[in-house]
Nanobody, 112 residues
């Protein structure tokens, strides 16, 4: 069955960086698009970034504004989200998604 396991979240100060990972299994990873979403307390889940099987990338420009970078390693069945210049408003649970499957999420907290 499809499994998506996120990792790399944690507590970071404003201006800091984190790299999230999503390890995928149960499907042909290289054939599918992968996405990152996030959900802050009391808010709806929002799209952050996606990368197609061929490497075409889309960002939620309004929220990430060049601070986040999505990438994938098909040899490792893993998608990454490099997050730089983090702000308190980036605090959320970050989810990995493919097709109709979601990971369990990883908490990112940006606070001094």
């Amino acid at each position: 069955q499809v499994q998506l396991v996120e990792s790399g979240g944690g507590l970071v100060q404003p201006g800091g960086s984190l790299r999230l990972s999503c390890a995928a299994s149960g499907f042909t990873f290289s054939s599918y698009a992968m996405s990152w979403f996030r959900q802050a307390p009391g808010k709806e889940r929002e799209f952050v970034a996606s990368i197609t099987w061929s490497g075409v990338i889309t960002y939620n420009a309004e929220s990430v504004k060049g601070r986040f970078t999505i990438s994938r390693d098909n040899a490792k069945n893993t998608v990454y989200l490099q997050m730089n210049s983090l702000k308190p408003e980036d605090t959320a649970v970050y989810y990995c998604k493919t097709q109709n499957y979601w990971g369990q999420g990883t908490q990112v907290t940006v606070s001094s």
